[in-house]
């Protein structure tokens, strides 16, 4: 009887865990998985940052237009900051509406409210680095980034809004721009 019992203890502890077949099948499940969703993944933040960048865009220009509209109809002082965040106390309707110094008011309100550049978050949207004139060669560096640029000629002062939101910046699907007037 002893024999026998010790006999069936042997092929229990053989009968404990996973066969070796077993566990690589598992293994090579978890592989195919991980591969799917790392793909899966890249897809879902790249089109985030597309998306993001396009919502910067729009903010930016609703922004500028709510603002010109209410020192047309009030005459009331933008809220805006500086750059480093701090409260501008010398940007007035004027200011605001004339191309030449509302590019600087703007871009620094942008940066100091921190839009950071969707595809690249070291960087603000508005930045400084950001290229000055709308080449597809720069906007291409500079993928993220909203472009404050004075258009208006003569007496209609206007700025256009352009941001760069996939990656070559060539297509029109690729790039987002709106022209502002001013007056």
């Known amino acids: 009887m002893y024999k026998k019992e010790n006999a069936m203890n042997k092929i229990k502890n053989y009968e404990k865990g996973f066969s070796l077949i077993e566990l690589l099948v598992v293994v090579a499940i978890i592989g195919i998985l991980a591969a799917v969703g790392i793909v899966a993944y890249s897809g879902y933040t790249a089109s985030a940052k597309i998306n993001a960048a396009g919502q910067t865009h729009s ?32 940007v007035t309707c004027g200011a605001i509406t004339a191309q030449t110094t509302a590019v600087t008011a703007f871009s620094a309100h942008f940066e100091g409210k921190g ?22 060669d720069q906007l291409t560096t500079n993928l993220g980034c909203s472009i404050i640029t004075a258009t208006g000629t003569g007496t209609a002062d206007q ?12 297509g029109a699907n690729q790039t987002r721009t709106t022209l502002i007037s001013l007056d």
Do not use: W, Y
């Not at 809220?79 to 010398?90: E, P, Y």
């Not at 700025?159 to 060539?170: G, K, Q, R, S, W």
């Open 59 to 90: 903010t930016i220009v609703k922004f500028i237009t709510a603002e010109v509209t209410k020192c047309d109809a009030t005459a009331q002082a933008p809220v805006m900051v500086t750059a480093t965040g701090a409260a501008a106390t010398t």
């Open 115 to 136: 839009f950071n550049n969707a595809h690249n978050s070291r960087s603000a949207a508005t930045s400084t680095d950001c290229p000055t004139n709308n080449t597809a």
């Open 159 to 170: 700025l256009t809004v352009t941001t760069c939101v996939e990656d070559d910046c060539t």
